[in-house]
């Protein structure tokens, strides 16, 4: 198993430029979501995902689009980057039971020129 | 809103010693889970240990160790006998039951300095 692949690892925009950050996983686990990571601000929730079709926001969804069509997959979009999007995002998914555990992805480090 | 708050924005320990991480939350929920995330320099988020808000027991996981205070709204990581291995960045995280839909909320995080 592969767990929760995200890619890319790194990535340098413009101001202005659009992107998709890729997170797959092969757990056939039902929740998935996307966090970022700001040096001394810890992990924020920016969308979940409660199982295909359905999304919602978390809680700084801001700038951001997600979808799910797949059980695997649940991409994330940059619509129009900013200089204050540079961060370390990470996807993590788990199981749709409670307390079970998330796994996280190795991360994709952001940066918005 | 929850909060988790880590009032302890570094810690060092020499090898082979005990450390105990500080975590506080706030909740207006009875029920919940609490974890602790531990991020070396390779980024790669590892779970360390997870606590049931309903059980009284305070979880182990080998050299790893909680004291879980539910009315104080306090959840401690002890990590006994350090290794250079355990040099990281640790998160508590809360995330409430309800099927744990809107996902973890984390605190900012205390950098772990282990000392040879």
Do not use: C, I, P, R
């Given at each position: 198993n592969a767990g929760v692949t995200q890619t890319p690892k790194f990535q340098v925009l413009k101001t202005g430029q659009s992107m998709t950050l890729q997170c797959a996983q092969?757990?056939?686990?039902?929740y998935m979501s996307w966090y970022r990571q700001d040096p001394g601000m810890g992990l924020r929730l920016i969308h979940y995902s409660v199982g295909a079709g359905i999304t919602d926001q978390g809680e700084v969804p801001n700038g951001y689009n997600v979808s799910r069509s797949t059980t695997e997959d649940f991409p994330l979009r940059l619509l129009s980057a900013a200089p204050s999007q540079t961060s370390v995002y990470f996807c993590a998914s788990s199981l749709g039971i409670e307390g079970t555990e998330a796994f996280f992805g190795q991360g994709t480090r952001l940066t918005v020129v | 809103a929850q909060t988790v708050t880590q009032s302890q924005p570094e810690m060092s320990v020499q090898e082979a010693e005990t450390v105990t991480l500080s975590c506080t939350y706030d909740t207006s929920e009875s029920d919940y889970y609490l974890f602790w995330y531990k991020q070396p320099p390779s980024r790669q988020m590892i779970l360390v240990i997870r606590q049931e808000a309903y059980k009284q027991q305070n979880a182990t996981e080998n050299r790893f160790s909680v004291n879980f205070q539910k009315a104080a709204k306090s959840f401690s990581l002890k990590i006994s006998?350090?290794?250079?291995?355990?040099a990281a960045m640790y998160f508590c995280a809360y995330r409430r039951t309800?099927?744990?839909?809107?996902g973890l909320t984390f605190g900012k995080g205390t950098h772990l300095i282990i000392q040879p």
């Open positions: 092969d757990m056939n686990h039902e | 006998d350090s290794q250079l291995g355990d309800g099927g744990g839909a809107d």
